[in-house]
């Protein structure tokens, strides 16, 4: 199914390495999250961008970088500088609502592991 | 600080049993909540969300401002009802919106 597509949907790395990781959609929300969920500590928001071209840092952004040069793609980096960055990563992308914003949409994740 | 608070990380019930997965939260605005489920192999998918007022998949929640509560109930479980649940908050703060999510539930329904 379409509307948010995450690639790849498995990703190994090396100690040290940067890594990043896509995330497209085609719903023209104008909105984009990144999310990391961790078991029993539910998802925890790394990054969020409301407008092309800005973004916004999280609760948890220490260790990852990303960008919005488009509208409908939003790619996180996550850097070596990461203490812990196996986990699994989930975007998300929301519509404007006036002046607040409609619920968000979930693409199918991606599974990170630091071998 | 906003927090959202699921106390049950799994929650099991017999098939036809009545299913009640709590959730409350505190924030000092008003508060827009949601529920999400993720079944397996599946994205996160939304639920419901309270000022739909809505039943979905013969789930509903009610939000109780007194008890600061958004629980999810379900008269009769279903197999298929068997997913991690999170409840999640919609708040805003310098100028944005955010959702902050608890750290779920695992309903399992046994046949």
């Known amino acids: 199914d379409g509307g948010i597509t995450q690639s790849p949907k498995y990703l190994f790395r090396k100690e040290g390495q940067n890594v990043t990781l896509s995330c497209e959609q085609n719903?023209?929300?104008?909105?984009m999250y990144w999310y990391r969920q961790d078991p029993g500590q539910g998802l925890r928001l790394i990054y969020y961008?409301?407008?092309?071209?800005?973004?916004q840092k999280g609760d948890i952004a220490e260790g990852y970088s990303v960008s919005r040069e488009k509208k409908e793609s939003f790619p996180l980096t996550v850097t070596s500088a990461q203490k812990n960055p196996t986990a699994f990563y989930l975007c998300?992308?929301?519509?404007?609502?006036?002046?607040?914003?409609?619920?968000?949409?979930f693409g199918p994740g991606t599974r990170l592991t630091v071998l | 600080a906003q927090r959202v608070t699921q106390p049950e990380k799994l929650l099991s019930v017999f098939k036809g049993a009545p299913v009640e997965l709590k959730c409350n939260y505190s924030?000092?605005?008003?508060?827009?909540l949601f529920w999400y489920v993720q079944y397996s192999r599946q994205r996160l998918q939304l639920l419901l969300r309270?000022?739909s007022r809505e039943s979905i998949k013969g789930f509903t929640a009610d939000l109780n401002k007194g008890e600061t509560s958004f629980h999810l109930k379900k008269p009769f479980a279903q197999e298929e009802d068997s997913a991690m649940y999170y409840c999640?908050?919609?708040?805003?703060?310098?100028?944005?919106?955010?959702?902050?999510f608890g750290k779920g539930t695992k309903l399992s329904v046994i046949p």
């Open positions: 719903l023209n929300h104008d909105a």
């Open positions: 998300a992308s929301s519509m404007r609502r006036g002046i607040r914003w409609n619920e968000q949409f």
């Open positions: 999640a908050l919609l708040y805003s703060g310098a100028g944005s919106y955010q959702l902050t």
């Open positions: 924030y000092s605005g008003s508060p827009e």
């Open positions: 961008s409301q407008i092309v071209n800005d973004f």
């Open positions: 309270h000022i």
